[in-house]
């Protein structure tokens, strides 16, 4: 759902917050009880909680300002818990990958494929499973160990 900011329907927006961020918010809330008690009672004495972001919460550009807002929200959102949750053994990280090769990119309109592609060329996009192994990293670190943040991009992204 990227495109131009005018002209864009509000609709489209208020979707890509409610899932990319609200949705991960809700999920957040219904889950740290349980975490923070895992974390507490559970063998390895601590819970973490991995969020994706993007690339596009640390920089954004044109024809993705609502996605961007959604991905920086993510990234504010998830410090914010981290710091509050710290104490409590429960880690929170963020993931924030760049391009990834996913049928969400054909979700949008010709023209903003096209300036999308243009951006990036004809680089080798990150796989579904390089976000998997960078996930598989954080969470088997040992107890005193938290990775709050890890970019990923694709070697030739710039």
């Not at 979707?15 to 507490?40: E, F, Q, S, W």
């Not at 300002?65 to 880690?91: T, W």
């Not at 903003?112 to 954080?138: F, H, N, P, T, W």
Request: no cysteine; charged share 20%.
């Amino acid at each position: 759902l990227l495109g131009p900011a005018p002209g864009a329907d509000l609709n489209d927006w208020r979707r890509m917050i409610d899932i990319n961020l609200m949705g991960l918010m809700y999920t957040a809330h219904a889950a740290v009880p349980h975490l923070v008690k895992a974390a507490a009672e559970e063998p390895r004495q601590v819970a973490d909680i991995v969020n994706i972001s993007s690339l596009n919460g640390r920089q954004a550009y044109p024809m993705m300002a609502v996605y961007s807002a959604s991905k920086f929200g993510v990234n504010a959102f998830s410090e914010s818990l981290r710091q509050e949750l710290a104490r409590q053994h429960v880690r929170v990280s963020v993931v924030e990958p760049g391009s990834v090769d996913t049928e969400l990119r054909t979700h949008n309109p010709e023209p903003v494929l096209k300036a999308l592609a243009a951006g990036l060329g004809d680089i080798e996009r990150l796989q579904s499973q390089d976000i998997a192994d960078a996930v598989g990293y954080i969470v088997t670190r040992p107890r005193h160990v938290a990775v709050a943040e890890l970019l990923v991009r694709p070697t030739e992204q710039a």
